[in-house]
């Protein structure tokens, strides 16, 4: 499979869901790196799901920081601005994120392919392995997370 | 009439916001009832009168296929309007959905505007009388 390819569809799969229903804008930063991941306010959400068909397997890994994640929930459920969510609402939301990038990306792979639940975790560190394809995407604020395909 | 919507998803963000969205589509809503899989879905169908039913297709414990089976099974429920919302694209997989009869399908991610567009679509036919 073309990493290229996959690469660009995995950034319009999470255009689409960020700017349809949680109103945020994201672009790619080139010189991204998985550094910028280390927690710097609070743990990373880590949601993943995996996209199965025949032979083929792809594993989608989002990672989001807790003030992003934070922030688009809270425009998602359409909630006061700085209102503090807890860690279980921030969970199902990464995991609901990582369901519906996967259903896109299903629209780009081909109908074959199926969906696995997603899962999710809370994480203190987090290690994105090599060969991975990672991308970092920003917002318009600056606050960045980062997708792993493998 | 005022319409008992039950909302069947396993992530409580995803109810959350299907149920504001409801509330503000402007339709005449009377309980909006929860539940996060199919098998407790058929619990609250016993406790309460249920208009329509939106519900997801991947959840745990009782998916949705499973839980739209059970209820065109049912005696009671069989006829209950029902509209899907999932990230389900696969062909056999919504073949199977739309088989077994279903009156709308929407796609993850939507927007408010879908949902009160879907439900002020289903107001007006046999199975939901005009409010």
């Known amino acids: 499979m073309d990493r290229d390819e996959l690469r660009k569809w995995i950034i319009e799969a999470v ?40 032979e083929n397997a792809i594993k989608i890994d ?23 969510l807890s860690n279980q609402d921030l969970t199902d939301m990464a995991e609901e994120i990582a369901n519906m990038v996967a259903g896109e990306m299903v629209g780009k ?11 999710s975790k809370m994480e203190t560190e987090t290690t994105i392995a090599e060969g991975e394809v990672v991308i970092c995407l920003t917002d318009m604020e600056g606050d960045v997370f980062f997708i792993a395909l493998s | 009439m005022a319409l008992n919507i039950l909302v069947v998803d396993d992530s409580h963000t995803m109810r959350k916001f299907i149920i504001k969205a409801i509330e503000a589509s ?9 539940a996060p899989n199919g098998r407790e879905a058929l619990k609250k169908l016993e406790e309460h009168w249920i208009d329509i039913i939106l519900t997801d297709i991947n959840m745990p414990e009782m998916n949705g296929i499973e839980f739209i089976k059970k209820i065109r099974e049912s005696e009671v ?22 088989d077994l009869g279903i009156e709308g399908y929407m796609k993850k991610p939507f927007t408010p505007e879908e949902i009160r567009k879907t439900l002020t679509s289903l107001i007006g036919k046999e199975f939901l009388p005009d409010q």
């Open chain 1, 15 to 54: 255009d689409n869901v960020l700017s349809t229903s949680f109103f945020t804008i994201v672009e790619p930063i080139i010189d991204g790196s998985p550094q910028a991941i280390e927690p710097k306010s609070g743990p990373i959400f880590h949601a993943w799901v995996e996209l199965t068909e025949a």
């Open chain 1, 62 to 84: 989002l990672f989001f920081t807790s003030p992003f994640l934070n922030k688009i929930t809270l425009d998602f459920l359409g909630i006061e601005e700085g209102t503090k």
């Open chain 1, 109 to 119: 792979l081909g109908e074959k392919w199926l969906i696995s639940l997603p899962t």
């Open chain 2, 26 to 34: 402007g339709v005449d809503c009377g309980l909006i009832i929860e």
């Open chain 2, 77 to 98: 429920h069989k006829k209950l309007p029902i509209v899907v919302i999932t990230t389900e694209r696969s062909i056999s997989i919504m073949k199977e959905v739309e």
